[in-house]
């Protein structure tokens, strides 16, 4: 549905969550298995309170997504330290401008969700692999991303 643009607009209301009543017969489990579910729930409960889910949350939710999924990075521009911590490289300039075209030297700037990428990213010689983020070429629905080069051949815009 819509944004309608009140941050304080209740979508999801927790006080209003219903118990079980009398004359409904008690969980699988028999008594011993409702005791102990019942005890991990408190515990839980005294974790995270429940709160109402407003239309502010949404909006947030909706932000981190589109981030989320378009974030890119160019191929070669971050580094696995042999600690396998990632940090900018330092010899990085730029690709030159038919590099640029080719999706394949685009990529997510987040964990990654693809099995090659989460291969490469916990295999020991991370370090010498440009290939532990997602690229962009895999994405779907195909062709939802295009590359510009400017008239100068010397800036490149990734556009979703």
Known sequence: MPFLGDPAKILVNVEGESEQQEGQPPEEGGAEGKVEKAEDEDEEAKKVPKKNFTELARLAHVVRAI????????????????EHELRPNRNFYGLDTATARAQSNWLHFRSPITTRARWAIEDDMVVFNSGFLDSIESDSPGGSWTVQIDAKQRNASLRA
């Open 67 to 82: 981030e989320h999924d378009s974030q890119c990075v160019p191929r070669g521009s971050y580094r696995m330290t042999p």
